[in-house]
């Protein structure tokens, strides 16, 4: 029987993805990297000549990558090199998504970056929303990156698949392992920073603090943003968003 995380009634509801045929910005570089036969995806590396680490991010479900385009300055001021990707299908990426393949395609874009000595040996890897899945399956597989930051991310995959309006009551061993952020986050031994908008309607900030106690890592902290939900943490009140990564990436990076 075909899980429902396979299927075309779940993908189809869960990813929207379009494309994009916009200019790549003066201080920016694309790379391509094949994730499949005949299908390679797209990620941006956003440089900065006076980069102390990198973050390697993975957007949200309704983003690609140029909409990173300005709001990368933000990013580099934290001293980073920012490096954002896109999923399959999405911006300028080749395929199908599905989120099995979000899953895959991280740990084949990190294995590349990092042969390829696109990678800062201090790596950030953070990942927004959908985006979620992917940061926390890297720092649960990779022990040399440096830290993780999970913003608006979701936990238990039974409400993910609810909310596409498919009904679902349990998972088997194999889904729960591959899918449930919440079980999967205890194998991730860096520092993490969990974020999360405190009126937040599509991802509940209980999935956050259930990420949050299963966090198995000895240097772990929960920011709930007051003032924002889903798609306005940026928005928070006193630069609360970027200060809360400055004020971690100044612990954790050396």
């Known amino acids: 029987m075909i899980s429902i995380f396979d299927s075309n009634r779940f993908n189809q509801n869960l990813f929207f993805p ?9 201080n920016a570089d694309d790379i391509f990297i094949k994730v499949e036969e005949n299908c390679k995806v797209h990620v941006r590396v956003y440089r900065n000549f006076k980069t102390r680490f990198s973050i390697l991010f993975f957007h949200g479900n309704g983003e690609i990558i140029s909409d990173y385009n300005e709001i990368s300055n933000y990013f580099l001021a934290l001293g980073c090199e920012f490096i954002v990707c896109d999923f399959r299908g999405y911006g300028r990426s080749q395929g199908v998504p599905t989120l099995r393949s979000t899953l895959l395609d991280a740990s084949t874009i990190y294995r590349y970056l990092k042969e390829n000595n696109a990678l800062n040996t201090k790596t950030c890897v953070m990942g927004r929303s959908l985006g979620s899945a992917s940061a926390i399956e890297l720092c649960a597989r990779f022990p040399d990156i440096t830290c993780g930051v999970i913003e608006s991310g979701y936990a238990d995959p039974i409400p993910l698949v609810q909310r596409r309006g498919l009904n679902i009551t349990e998972v088997s061993k194999e889904e729960n392992a591959l899918f449930n952020n919440s079980e999967k986050i205890r194998l991730a ?16 900030s209980e999935e956050a603090k259930l990420n949050y106690k299963n966090a198995s890592s000895e240097n772990k902290k929960l920011d709930i943003l007051k003032g924002v939900g889903h798609n306005d943490m940026m928005m928070a009140k006193d630069n609360a968003y970027f200060n809360s990564l400055s004020a971690f990436f100044a612990q954790v990076i050396s």
Do not use: F, Q
């Open 18 to 26: 379009r494309s994009d045929n916009s200019a790549t910005p003066d």
């Open 189 to 204: 031994k860096c520092p993490l920073l969990i974020m999360h908008g405190e009126l937040d309607s599509l991802i509940s």
